[in-house]
Protein backbone atom coordinates (compact mmCIF):
# COMPACT_ATOMS: atom_id res chain seq x y z
CA UNK A 1 0.00 0.00 0.00
CA UNK A 2 1.71 3.23 -1.33
CA UNK A 3 0.79 6.57 -0.08
CA UNK A 4 -0.59 7.65 -3.25
CA UNK A 5 -2.54 4.78 -4.26
CA UNK A 6 -5.69 6.25 -4.05
CA UNK A 7 -4.58 8.88 -6.77
CA UNK A 8 -3.59 5.88 -9.66
CA UNK A 9 -6.03 5.19 -12.32
CA UNK A 10 -5.41 2.94 -15.73
CA UNK A 11 -5.00 4.74 -18.64
CA UNK A 12 -5.20 3.54 -22.86
CA UNK A 13 -1.96 3.43 -24.62
CA UNK A 14 -1.12 2.33 -27.68
CA UNK A 15 2.86 0.83 -27.59
CA UNK A 16 5.41 1.94 -29.32
CA UNK A 17 7.73 -0.44 -28.22
CA UNK A 18 7.39 -3.54 -26.59
CA UNK A 19 6.34 -4.51 -23.58
CA UNK A 20 5.17 -7.07 -21.07
CA UNK A 21 2.36 -7.41 -19.02
CA UNK A 22 2.76 -7.06 -15.56
CA UNK A 23 0.59 -9.54 -14.83
CA UNK A 24 0.50 -12.11 -17.00
CA UNK A 25 3.88 -11.69 -18.63
CA UNK A 26 2.32 -11.86 -22.05
CA UNK A 27 3.77 -9.53 -24.73
CA UNK A 28 2.16 -6.17 -26.12
CA UNK A 29 3.65 -6.15 -29.70
CA UNK A 30 3.50 -2.10 -31.30
CA UNK A 31 0.71 -0.90 -31.94
CA UNK A 32 -1.58 -2.78 -29.77
CA UNK A 33 -3.35 -1.25 -26.81
CA UNK A 34 -2.61 -1.67 -23.09
CA UNK A 35 -3.22 -0.10 -19.83
CA UNK A 36 -0.85 2.21 -17.79
CA UNK A 37 -0.46 3.08 -14.33
CA UNK A 38 -0.88 6.81 -14.36
CA UNK A 39 -0.77 9.31 -11.49
CA UNK A 40 -3.72 12.04 -11.24
CA UNK A 41 -1.25 14.75 -9.90
CA UNK A 42 0.95 16.26 -12.25
CA UNK A 43 3.52 17.25 -10.08
CA UNK A 44 3.66 13.50 -8.46
CA UNK A 45 5.88 10.84 -10.91
CA UNK A 46 6.26 7.06 -10.44
CA UNK A 47 9.59 5.14 -11.27
CA UNK A 48 7.91 1.74 -11.63
CA UNK A 49 5.02 1.69 -13.65
CA UNK A 50 2.82 -1.02 -14.37
CA UNK A 51 1.77 -1.57 -17.98
CA UNK A 52 -1.46 -4.23 -18.34
CA UNK A 53 -2.48 -5.83 -21.70
CA UNK A 54 -5.73 -5.31 -22.72
CA UNK A 55 -6.89 -9.03 -22.19
CA UNK A 56 -5.63 -8.71 -18.45
CA UNK A 57 -7.88 -5.30 -18.47
CA UNK A 58 -11.30 -7.16 -19.84
CA UNK A 59 -10.97 -9.70 -17.10
CA UNK A 60 -10.14 -7.82 -14.23
CA UNK A 61 -10.75 -3.77 -14.98
CA UNK A 62 -9.62 -1.14 -12.27
CA UNK A 63 -9.13 -4.29 -9.56
CA UNK A 64 -5.62 -4.62 -11.31
CA UNK A 65 -4.87 -1.51 -9.38
CA UNK A 66 -5.97 -3.12 -6.07
CA UNK A 67 -3.77 -6.40 -7.20
CA UNK A 68 -0.23 -4.72 -7.34
Known sequence: MGKYDHLKFLKRTKARNEHRCSLCGQIISISEFYYLE????????????????DSCYQKYGDKLLQNK
Do not use: D, M
Not at 38 to 53: A, E, G, P, T, Y
Open 38 to 53: KIKNQFLHSLHRNKFC
